[in-house]
């Protein structure tokens, strides 16, 4: 359960000011900010190392080392935003990651290779770690401290939806950009983060949260009590593990599969058309902004989190499979949208899970060592993906990655056993919130189908208690 959130005495001033509808306002423009900027190369990052002089094999290791990045710095950089602040943390994570797209620029001119790039992506993930997280902790120590019932499953999902429309507005223009020159999306995206950066500024502090100043000479020992502590938080319990372990197989997969849409569809297509990458990509973005939209549905109805979860996994890994093994574009594009369609409805649903378990002071290194063993399989997967697709094919790449993603499914299986309160019936938890709520889910959907819609505000009192 969420522990009593620190953040009162100089910062009560500061939350009073703020309503919930004015902290979920700031979370929905800092999160689609940061991903319209961030998207505005997803739909032409391949094509343009592959310009850049890499093979098909030394772009996959590329953005491998981005993940490894990642892998080295989600602890220290979780830990960063559970001690200094969620603040300085997206600061830090928006300034790292416009710096390195103007290094990328600078790299494929002088056409640096492999190690270069290599470089760059680790330092790039090293800018995605100060995100991952820190915004997501931001917005529920926030939320705990108003009075307002917001259901977490309701409010992530608005939150990928959000997301989902500044991706497809980000990989439209991103391809339409391309089009010009695979360079300009790549600079269009680091003025705009700088625009970012100084929203930031100005919109987001730490609320509900005291971040804990630190002396030099204490960082290290701090770092490795709170990883630690923040590691046994996660891992030592079961269904958080089980969650983890399912990511892990999910991760290995999905990066790559992302990635080698772009120069497979062009091949399933026959032409060079860098904008229609773009629109498949925005595809992606829709076909996510819907499984969104099923979370925002269940969660007024269901009670249960796990089946969703099951069965998103299950379509992912059939899909994936059939994005190798179909015949044409089309058929292609419709296998990878079933796939977004299914991770629109895992993700927020996911998140809810995790943010309603971890206790506020581990909050964000919890959520980064989560993401970072998504990020192991990262690795895993685009290195031996991306050799086999240059060895045999992309198609052989698909079919072999989509088959991993079935390692999911008895995770999640096993989790859906647990007994633990997160995944039981609000109203068996909460028969006060659910008293007046429909707790079957809607048509279509199996009766123990959903996702658990506790208002952050209960969480809150349950936990003073």
């Known amino acids: 359960?969420?522990?009593?959130?620190?953040?009162?005495?100089?910062?009560?001033?500061?939350?009073?000011?703020?309503?919930?509808?004015?902290?979920?306002?700031?979370?929905?423009?800092?999160?689609?900010?940061?991903?319209?900027?961030?998207?505005?190369?997803?739909?032409?990052?391949?094509?343009?190392?592959?310009?850049?002089?890499?093979?098909?094999?030394?772009?996959?290791?590329?953005?491998?080392?981005?993940?490894?990045?990642?892998?080295?710095?989600?602890?220290?950089?979780?830990?960063?935003?559970?001690?200094?602040?969620?603040?300085?943390?997206?600061?830090?994570?928006?300034?790292?990651?416009?710096?390195?797209?103007?290094?990328?620029?600078?790299?494929?001119?002088?056409?640096?290779?492999?190690?270069?790039?290599?470089?760059?992506?680790?330092?790039?993930?090293?800018?995605?770690?100060?995100?991952?997280?820190?915004?997501?902790?931001?917005?529920?120590?926030?939320?705990?401290?108003?009075?307002?019932?917001?259901?977490?499953?309701?409010?992530?999902?608005?939150?990928?939806?959000?997301n989902g429309a500044a991706m497809l507005i980000g990989t439209v223009a991103g391809g339409l950009l391309g089009q010009i020159d695979l360079s300009v999306p790549f600079a269009a995206r680091a003025v705009l983060l700088v625009g970012v950066l100084a929203m930031a500024a100005r919109l987001m502090h730490d609320v509900g949260f005291e971040p804990q100043p630190l002396r030099l000479q204490e960082i290290p020992a701090r770092m490795r009590q709170q990883t630690a502590i923040g590691i046994a938080e996660g891992w030592n319990q079961p269904g958080l593990r089980l969650l983890m372990v399912a990511g892990a197989a999910r991760g290995a997969f999905m990066a790559w599969a992302f990635y080698a849409a772009q120069p497979y569809f062009l091949e399933l297509l026959e032409r060079d058309a860098v904008w229609i990458v773009g629109l498949v990509t925005a595809g992606v973005s829709v076909a996510t902004i819907a499984g969104n939209q099923v979370v925002e549905v269940a969660s007024r109805r269901c009670g249960r989190r796990s089946t969703l979860l099951i069965l998103g996994a299950i379509a992912t890994t059939v899909s994936g499979v059939a994005?190798?093994?179909?015949?044409?574009?089309?058929?292609?594009?419709?296998?990878?949208?079933?796939?977004?369609?299914?991770?629109?409805?895992?993700?927020?649903?996911?998140?809810?899970?995790?943010?309603?378990?971890?206790?506020?002071?581990?909050?964000?290194?919890?959520?980064?060592?989560?993401?970072?063993?998504?990020?192991?399989?990262?690795?895993?997967?685009?290195?031996?993906?991306?050799?086999l697709a240059e060895r045999r094919s992309y198609g052989a790449g698909y079919v072999v990655?989509?088959?991993?993603?079935?390692?999911?499914?008895?995770?999640?299986?096993?989790?859906?056993?647990?007994?633990?309160?997160?995944?039981?019936?609000?109203?068996?938890?909460?028969?006060?919130?659910?008293?007046g709520a429909d707790a079957t889910c809607p048509s279509g959907l199996p009766s123990a189908t959903g996702v658990e819609a506790i208002p952050v505000a209960a969480l809150t009192a349950e936990a003073d208690a």
């Not at 190369?41 to 990045?69: K, P, Q, R």
């Not at 378990?357 to 581990?362: F, G």
């Not at 859906?416 to 659910?434: G, K, M, V, W, Y």
Request: net charge negative; glycine share 10%.
């Open 1 to 162: 359960m969420l522990a009593p959130s620190p953040g009162w005495g100089p910062l009560a001033t500061v939350a009073s000011l703020m309503s919930s509808r004015r902290i979920i306002t700031t979370y929905m423009a800092l999160a689609g900010t940061y991903t319209l900027a961030a998207s505005l190369i997803w739909s032409v990052n391949t094509l343009f190392l592959l310009d850049a002089g890499l093979s098909i094999a030394e772009v996959f290791l590329a953005n491998a080392l981005f993940s490894a990045g990642m892998v080295l710095f989600e602890i220290p950089t979780g830990v960063f935003a559970d001690t200094l602040g969620r603040r300085i943390s997206y600061l830090a994570s928006v300034a790292i990651l416009s710096m390195t797209t103007i290094v990328y620029l600078l790299a494929a001119e002088a056409r640096a290779g492999l190690w270069v790039f290599g470089a760059t992506s680790a330092a790039m993930g090293l800018g995605f770690t100060f995100y991952s997280g820190a915004l997501e902790a931001w917005l529920v120590d926030a939320l705990a401290t108003t009075d307002d019932d917001q259901s977490l499953d309701r409010v992530f999902a608005r939150g990928q939806q959000v």
């Open 323 to 387: 994005i190798g093994l179909v015949d044409g574009f089309a058929p292609a594009v419709g296998a990878l949208l079933v796939v977004a369609l299914a991770m629109g409805v895992m993700m927020p649903v996911r998140q809810a899970y995790l943010h309603q378990v971890v206790d506020s002071r581990y909050r964000a290194t919890v959520i980064s060592f989560d993401a970072m063993v998504a990020s192991v399989g990262g690795a895993g997967g685009q290195v031996g993906l991306g050799a």
């Open 401 to 435: 990655g989509g088959a991993l993603t079935a390692l999911a499914i008895p995770a999640l299986v096993l989790l859906r056993r647990l007994s633990s309160p997160e995944n039981q019936r609000a109203d068996l938890l909460h028969p006060d919130i659910a008293a």
